[in-house]
Nanobody
């Protein structure tokens, strides 16, 4: 069964850091671009970041650029999202998703993703 599982969320004070992980089972991630998305209460889901299947291409939402960093370890079948300088407005459920793409150097947060994880809660509060 194809599955993505996020972990690493939690409660952190403003200015703090977290590292989210996305683990795949049932398939190998190195053929998939991975997107990170988040949804805050009462808001629509939004794209946060993505990374191409090769790792050569990345993209970030303006709201997180310079604070968040996406990376991947295809050998370990893992993708990570480092969250630094967290703000209360970063509070949301964070999801990772996988998208099969022919071009291994590109990713796009604005296209459909094939597989989704169940999410991990990030709460930024003092």
């Amino acid at each position: 069964q194809l599955q993505l599982v996020e972990s690493g969320g939690g409660l952190v004070q403003p200015g703090g850091s977290l590292r989210l992980s996305c683990a795949a089972s049932g398939f190998t991630l190195d053929n998939y671009a991975i997107g990170w998305f988040r949804q805050a209460p009462g808001k629509e889901r939004e794209g946060v970041s993505c990374i191409s299947s090769s790792g050569a291409g990345t993209a970030y939402a303006d709201s997180v650029s310079g604070r968040f960093t996406v990376s991947r370890d295809n050998a370990e079948n893992m993708v990570y999202l480092q969250l630094n300088s967290l703000k209360p407005e970063d509070t949301a459920i964070y999801y990772c998703a996988a998208q099969r793409r022919i071009n291994r150097a590109l990713c796009d947060m604005n296209t459909a993703y094939n597989y989704w994880g169940q999410g991990t809660q990030v709460t930024v509060s003092s």
